[in-house]
């Protein structure tokens, strides 16, 4: 029969036909589908189960190599190690990235006062003024730290290291709110805190407030702890009032004064101890 069909009406029939799914033409001898598609099945099975081949040319991808698990105490352990002067660890401090707090901050409040003084203070964190000002104790509550200090003989400015103090705090960074630093923030910042006091080389801390006390003897409860010394890194550790819980109880600086003659008469014991 002639073929009396046009090539549009041709292409449009064979365009159907690949649409129904048709890839082959009918050819001579039967084809069996199944029997290729369990050869595919197996070859497929084969090269999964081949190990990589090596200068091949076979482009091999390399497996996923999981990500290394962070140690933030760990680095700020050795952060602080490599320190080996005030300005270092101050340095170390800046470049420390696993505490979120510093993104938050406005400054990096470090320490203020003489290096050289016989007391170091450690206090808890910074607030508004300190963040403001990056130096520690600088608000309402330094200023009556300041007065409390000058009671009995004692200044951050005093040039003389036997009437001066070093103050820093357990956290450099001034946390949200003024909310209490988290377990894992003082952890993984003590390391700094204790490099800190290796460098300064005082003679008696004084840690105040309950951040401070947890920190450094893991413990909290100020008012049980105050006025009572404890031993922190080898040296003489006297828990006190922070300032701010005096401003907010008035009643509680009499018990603040005793631990201030307590610490007076310290320094006047380890002074006449020295040869």
């Known amino acids: 029969m002639a073929n009396d ?15 129904l799914g048709a890839d082959t033409c009918v050819a001579d001898a039967p084809l069996d589908r199944y029997a290729l598609s369990r050869e595919e099945a197996e070859r497929r099975r084969a090269a999964a189960a081949a190990p990589a081949q090596v200068g091949t040319g076979r482009q091999v991808t390399p497996a996923v190599q999981p990500k290394a698990k962070e ?52 206090g808890e964190a910074p607030g508004r003024d300190e963040d403001i000002q990056g130096k ?11 007065r409390m200090l000058g009671a009995i003989g004692l200044a951050r400015g005093a040039p003389d290291p036997g009437s001066a103090v070093y103050i820093t705090n357990i956290l ?33 801390l004084v840690l105040m407030g309950n951040i401070s006390c947890q920190a450094m003897l893991g413990r909290r409860g100020i ?23 005096l401003l907010r109880n008035p009643a509680a600086k009499r018990e ?6 307590s610490l007076k008469a310290r320094l006047r014991s380890r002074a006449e101890e020295r040869p």
């Open 223 to 245: 008012t049980r702890l105050r006025g009572n010394w404890a031993d922190v890194l080898g040296l003489p550790a006297l828990p006190m009032f922070h300032p701010a819980y």
């Open 136 to 146: 520690p104790f600088v608000g309402r509550a330094g200023q009556l730290l300041d």
């Open 71 to 122: 140690d933030p105490i760990g680095e700020a352990r050795a952060a602080a190690a490599g320190a080996t002067t005030l300005e270092e660890l101050r340095a170390a401090l800046a470049a420390y990235e696993h505490c979120e707090l510093k993104k938050a901050a406005r400054t990096l409040v470090f320490s203020d006062g003489q290096p050289g003084a016989r007391v170091m203070i450690i």
């Open 172 to 204: 450099p960074w001034r946390p949200p709110q003024n909310r209490d630093p988290k377990p894992e923030e003082i952890a993984m910042l003590k390391p700094f805190v204790e490099r800190h006091v290796a460098l300064v080389e005082p003679d008696l």
């Open 5 to 19: 069909l046009s090539t549009e009406a041709m292409i449009a029939a064979l365009d159907f036909q690949i649409a």
């Open 256 to 261: 603040a004064w005793s631990d201030l003659l």
